[in-house]
């Protein structure tokens, strides 16, 4: 994850205004001139603070992902023994998702920056990739066989609830039910395939 760079006051109120709107609004549709009249800055100031338009959008996601994996740390380093923290993503999204309530800022990303060279879509990949290699690192911890595959159906489990989030189905209780279940699974029969270590 990029560090977190020192902001100015004004870049700091450029930051909280862009996002807000490419959150709401999505990242093509707004525009400079929105975030600055949105920040009651002007151009040049986000310009002089940021560069161009595309590096904004590379610190909000940044910005998005530090808070964001602060809370997933402190939310597994509260768990009482490894095998709670293998699902505390779960936990953390729940805290998370009571005020961010248009899904993944990260998906949504990857789906209107599809070029892979863009930063801001490597910031995106990054952040999934990071959750993934997190609960592969928990599971083997835990002493939960195969980690590797565990992680990946935690993933698409934790990703889904994500996903679904602005259809109100309210899937993030059984897909974090489902994830338990998987590592109960894993730890008493060997596995999620069944197979002994």
């Known amino acids: 994850m990029p560090e977190k760079r020192f902001r100015t006051p004004a870049g700091q109120r450029i930051l909280a205004a862009a996002e807000e709107l490419f959150y709401d609004r999505g ?3 707004v525009g400079v001139d929105l975030i600055a009249e949105h920040s009651g800055l002007t151009k040049r100031t986000l310009y ?6 595309d ?3 590379s610190a909000y996601l940044t910005e998005r992902d530090r808070r964001w994996r602060s809370l997933v740390h402190d939310t ?8 709670a923290a293998v699902t505390a993503p779960f936990d953390a999204l729940r805290a998370w998702s009571r005020t961010n309530t248009r899904g993944c800022a990260f998906i949504n990303a990857l789906a209107e920056l599809p070029d892979p060279a863009h930063p801001a879509h490597r910031i995106a990949a990054d952040q999934k990739h990071w959750l993934l290699n997190l609960f592969r690192k928990l599971a083997a ?3 939960c066989a195969q980690p590797a595959t565990l992680a990946t159906r935690l993933l698409v489990l934790h990703e889904g609830a994500l996903a679904t989030q602005p259809l109100a189905l309210d899937t993030l209780p059984e897909s974090t039910r489902l994830a338990r279940s998987l590592v109960r699974a894993s ?3 060997g596995g999620p395939e069944g197979t002994h270590r």
Do not use: Y
Not at 48 to 53: A, D, E, I, W
Not at 76 to 83: E, F
């Open 27 to 29: 990242i093509t549709a």
């Open 48 to 53: 002089n603070q940021f560069g161009s338009k």
């Open 55 to 57: 590096h904004l959008v």
């Open 76 to 83: 597994v380093d509260a768990c009482d023994d490894p095998v």
């Open 141 to 143: 911890a835990a002493g």
């Open 187 to 189: 730890l008493r029969n």
